[in-house]
């Protein structure tokens, strides 16, 4: 063999290596371009040129339907990111009109304010408000949301304030088990992870008969907290050498706090 057809034959089955490693889109756009170059040579009417234009046709066609999904796709992923944005509006609504309503209805004085910072250091511990001393927000005052006790403040700014956590083990609470005379101490629990922080409720009788879904309510003694606020559900309980406790769930979302209100005083 003449060393040009070798080199014509080495190459012609390297670009049939070539070919048939390529993705099958890469392929495809091979053969339309051989069909595409060698057309105008071919005899009109010969089935290879029959063959040809239809395959021509079919790649055009697949190019069609190829940009008619990317555009589809696009719009799907449009309309979910819409949709997002209409849910997330719909709870920030619903949080809004719980918070007007528990405003209207509350006994007390209230001041509305906006969580503005929190450490994932201090997740369960303090959160930053956006109420200080120049909107009468002074230490030590309780802080509540919609569904209960949220904490009390703790360091008032001029203009923010640092607010102390009922999960915290430092905002301890006189407690008791609504329906029921027992009362002992509520405090967060130390070092908690995870989504749903807990409460203890400890110095209970040890003859408490604690029931789980209790509810859990101020009793107003100390004269830091207003009787009656809820505080939470019991969920178990222990008895120990002396006395009893209460493993308690708190009645307010602290993971999805946005709006609270700062107690000014009573109406």
Request: charged fraction near 25%; hydrophobic fraction near 40%.
């Amino acid at each position: 063999m003449k060393p040009l057809n070798l080199i014509t034959l080495l190459l012609f089955l390297a670009g049939v290596a070539w070919a048939l490693t390529r993705s099958e889109e890469g392929v495809r756009q091979i053969q339309h371009s051989y069909y595409a170059a060698i057309g105008p040579f071919l005899k009109s009417g010969s089935s290879l040129e029959t063959k040809a234009r239809a395959f021509t046709n079919e790649v055009e066609h697949s190019k069609t339907v190829t940009a008619k999904l990317d555009a589809a796709e696009a719009e799907l992923v449009k309309l979910r990111t819409e949709a997002s944005h209409l849910r997330k509006l719909e709870e920030e609504n619903i949080q809004l009109r719980a918070a007007l309503k528990f405003q209207q209805r509350s006994p007390f004085s209230v001041i509305a304010a906006k969580l503005i910072r929190r450490k994932p250091a201090t997740w369960w511990e303090t959160i930053t408000i956006d109420r200080g001393q120049e909107h009468q927000v002074g230490v030590q005052l309780p802080v509540l949301a919609a569904e209960g006790l949220v904490g009390k403040v703790d360091r008032p700014d001029d203009e923010t304030s640092t607010v102390i956590l009922l999960t915290d083990e430092k905002c301890q609470v006189s407690a008791k088990i609504k329906g029921s005379q027992e009362v002992g101490i509520l405090s967060g629990q130390r070092a908690q992870h995870g989504e749903e922080p807990m409460l203890r409720l400890r110095y209970l009788s040890k003859e408490a008969k604690i029931k789980p879904g209790s509810k859990v309510i101020t009793t107003g003694r100390g004269g830091l907290f207003p009787a009656n606020i809820n505080l939470g559900t019991v969920v178990s309980s222990e008895v120990g050498a002396v006395d009893a406790e209460a493993l308690v769930k708190p009645a307010v979302d602290f993971a999805a706090l946005d709006t609270v209100f700062v107690l000014l005083g009573h109406q």
